[in-house]
């Protein structure tokens, strides 16, 4: 380990120590769940924003995190973080044998279906052939997904068995089927018969961008951001004209809105 590493690990025991922090002693794995999703999203934000130096340090905290989870699991004995680089180590170069094997591979569609390949054999391995006959291939998905990223992982996962559709043509006419169901559902005015209809239009187009090879959660993120830039513009302007927004009429901020999206 480097010098830095080995500090870090260090000042993490330090931490927990008796003499360490109160608030660190009292931390668990569950404890901290909600930091780890806060920095994954924070680390997302600074990738978006193409700053090197945020990034640097949203990758910080959560190296941090790591190392606190791996702590905690020392404390009581379960593993410490050698174990882990380890078990890392050993997956990634099992997982590679186009790399550290004799393996060949042409491009990275091929890597990755190699790598789920892999990945199977080894839950198998696992299971020591004692597999459970009610085991599904759409199992095992971490159900703290985004709707967004759990849909879109359902729907590869499907798809490496053939469950999937030849050509875009059938994932746009599936899109348009489930609209019109949709629309169908408002006529019939049925609250629950229209929030599923809605909840399958989603899904399928959650479809067409894993088609095209798109990340959905991705797509709509940048959709957010690029709503909310526009919309600060018309706050803005409107300021700037002396209105007050929540005055103005859907007209002129429909207008104010169309100026804004061709700038």
Same mark, same amino acid.
């Given at each position: ?11 993490? #025991? ?48 959560? /190296?941090?995190?790591?190392? /606190?989870?791996?702590?905690? +699991?020392?404390?009581? @004995? ?22 550290? !094997?004799? *393996?060949? $591979? ?21 299971? =020591?052939? *004692? ?5 599904? $291939? ?18 590869? *996962?499907?798809?490496?068995? !053939? ?5 875009? #043509? ?7 089927? #489930?609209?019109?169901?949709? @629309?169908?559902?408002?006529? @019939? ?5 229209? +929030? ?10 959650? =479809?067409?961008?894993? /088609? ?29 004209? !002396?209105? =007050? $927004?929540? #005055? ?6 429909? !207008?104010?809105? =169309? ?5």
């Amino acid at each position: 380990m480097s010098s830095n590493f080995e500090s870090l690990v260090g000042l993490m #025991e330090k931490l927990r120590s008796k003499e360490g922090c109160p608030w660190d002693k009292e931390q668990t794995h569950e404890s901290l769940k909600s930091c780890l999703i806060e920095e994954v999203y924070e680390i997302v934000d600074a990738v978006d924003s193409k700053n090197p130096e945020q990034l640097k340090e949203e990758l910080a905290d959560m /190296f941090f995190l790591i190392i /606190f989870y791996c702590q905690i +699991a020392g404390d009581s @004995k379960n593993f410490n973080i050698n174990d882990i680089l380890e078990v890392c180590l050993d997956k990634m170069t099992r997982r590679h044998p186009h790399v550290f !094997g004799d *393996k060949s $591979i042409d491009n990275a569609d091929d890597a990755l279906s190699q790598w789920h390949e892999i990945k199977r054999r080894e839950v198998n391995t696992k299971q =020591n052939a *004692k597999i459970n006959e009610n085991e599904s $291939i759409v199992d095992n998905i971490p159900k703290h997904l985004p709707a967004l990223q759990k849909a879109q992982k359902v729907q590869k *996962k499907v798809a490496r068995v !053939g469950f999937d559709w030849e050509v875009i #043509e059938d994932v746009i006419a599936k899109i348009d089927e #489930e609209l019109q169901e949709v @629309k169908a559902a408002i006529n @019939k005015k049925e609250s629950e018969q229209i +929030a599923e209809e809605i909840g399958d239009l989603l899904f399928a187009t959650v =479809n067409l961008s894993r /088609f095209l090879k798109l990340d959905s959660e991705d797509l709509l993120r940048r959709s957010i951001s690029k709503f909310i830039d526009r919309f600060k513009k018309v706050e803005m302007r409107l300021t700037a004209a !002396g209105k =007050n $927004i929540e #005055e103005c009429s859907l007209e002129e901020m429909d !207008g104010m809105w =169309n100026e804004v999206k061709t700038m």
